[in-house]
């Protein structure tokens, strides 16, 4: 084997500091620089210097909508973004992200749901979370909505 032949190693070993001068960072200070806190000992990684922290400085949130930003809501498809399929064709989240309506990795995450702005004029088999509105306008059209 020839040494132009091996694999390159792009990763270097992490250096450990203050383990001597063997370790590749080490001697007197160790990469800490020179005297004061950090030098010293650990502190907190949020930690100001004695600013009152950000933590503190937010507004407490209370009451019974504190998480509802936490909660994600689907992606919304209206009928007219429906009204290019053909005749009797089923609407899944998979023919909906084969038509580039919605993206797949979205649709996993977030789900889905149709809305009724728009009009369809073709009828179609709905297998999705969808409004009442949307439920009405497919029905008139001639589709069904499971």
């Known amino acids: 084997m020839k040494q132009e032949k091996l694999p390159k190693i792009v ?9 001597g ?6 001697g007197h200070t160790s990469g800490r620089g020179t005297k004061g806190q950090r030098a010293r000992g650990k502190i907190n990684i949020w930690f100001e210097g004695g600013q009152l922290a950000l933590v503190r ?22 009928l007219k973004d429906l009204s290019g399929f053909p005749k009797g064709t089923t609407v899944t989240l998979e023919t909906l992200a084969k038509a580039g309506i919605v993206k797949q990795d979205q649709v996993t995450t977030f789900g889905v749901k149709v ?8 009828p179609l088999l709905v297998k999705v979370p969808i409004s009442n ?14």
């Open 11 to 19: 990763d270097r070993k992490k250096k450990r500091v203050g383990r």
């Open 21 to 26: 001068y063997g370790s590749g960072k080490g």
């Open 57 to 78: 400085r937010l507004p407490k949130i209370r009451g019974k909508g504190r998480f509802r930003k936490l909660k994600s809501l689907p992606v919304i498809v209206n």
């Open 115 to 122: 809305l009724g702005e728009g009009e369809v004029k073709v």
């Open 133 to 146: 509105r949307a439920k009405e306008k497919i029905v008139k059209a001639g589709g069904k909505v499971e």
